[in-house]
T-cell receptor
Framework: QKEVEQNSGPLSVPEGAIASLNCTYSDRGSQSFFWYRQYSGKSPELIMSIYSNGDKEDGRFTAQLNKASQYVSLLIRDSQPSDSATYLC????????????FGRGTSLIVHP | DAGVIQSPRHEVTEMGQEVTLRCKPISGHDYLFWYRQTMMRGLELLIYFNNNVPIDDSGMPEDRFSAKMPNASFSTLKIQPSEPRDSAVYFCASAGVSGYTFGSGTRLTVV
């Protein structure tokens, strides 16, 4: 059974701070990793994808991957109240297909 | 492109009734997925199709659930008979070379 684990939170950070969201996964052969943002009552939307070890930056978002430790994280710099949402980690199967396994998500609250 | 279109957005039904959820994937996407999301269990994959063919339905909770994809532009998820524990948000998603996109979801309440 492939598992993706996230702390459910909520993670509360002040506006302007760095929010750090973490995720571990069980399938050592996984090759693709994704972060989705889900606002309350809305559908998940893809914000970051990462495929190789190291960091990938996109604006205020940085995804970090460590395959040896089976760990992926998302950093949000200069957090804004509009970043308040649930962040879902998703891990692609080792077969390389489109089929991700989702974590249950971490709730992030950015307070002014 | 209008994205993945689901209907209805909200459905309230009585226990024992049949419920049909509908999905129109993004044109050109060759994968279609049905998910269920609850607070307790998170986002669960129920079934997925590739080129209209069901590939893996191991996530379908029981025989009361069935899904079809008669053509590349339409899929249904049916629950018969419905039970209160089926209350959840059901998402359809489609995937292709342009990426993986979720629909807006159907919030199902079974009373």
């Amino acid at each position: 059974q492939k598992e993706v684990e996230q702390n459910s939170g909520p993670l509360s950070v002040p506006e302007g701070a760095i929010a750090s969201l973490n995720c571990t996964y069980s399938d050592r052969g996984s090759q693709s990793f994704f972060w989705y943002r889900q606002y309350s009552g809305k559908s998940p939307e893809l914000i970051m994808s990462i495929y190789s070890n190291g960091d990938k930056e996109d604006g205020r978002f940085t995804a970090q991957l460590n395959k040896a430790s089976q760990y992926v994280s998302l950093l949000i710099r200069d957090s804004q109240p509009s970043d308040s949402a649930t962040y879902l980690c998703a891990v692609g199967s080792s077969g390389g297909s489109y089929i991700p396994t989702f974590g249950r998500g971490t709730s992030l609250i950015v307070h002014p | 492109d209008a994205g993945v279109i689901q209907s209805p957005r909200h459905e309230v039904t009585e226990m024992g009734q049949e419920v049909t959820l509908r999905c129109k994937p993004i044109s050109g996407h060759d994968y279609l997925f049905w998910y269920r999301q609850t607070m307790m269990r998170g986002l669960e994959l129920l079934i997925y199709f590739n080129n209209n063919v069901p590939i893996d339905d191991s996530g379908m909770p029981e025989d009361r659930f069935s899904a079809k994809m008669p053509n590349a532009s339409f899929s249904t998820l049916k629950i018969q008979p419905s039970e209160p524990r089926d209350s959840a948000v059901y998402f359809c998603a489609s995937a292709g070379v342009s990426g993986y996109t979720f629909g807006s979801g159907t919030r199902l309440t079974v009373v």
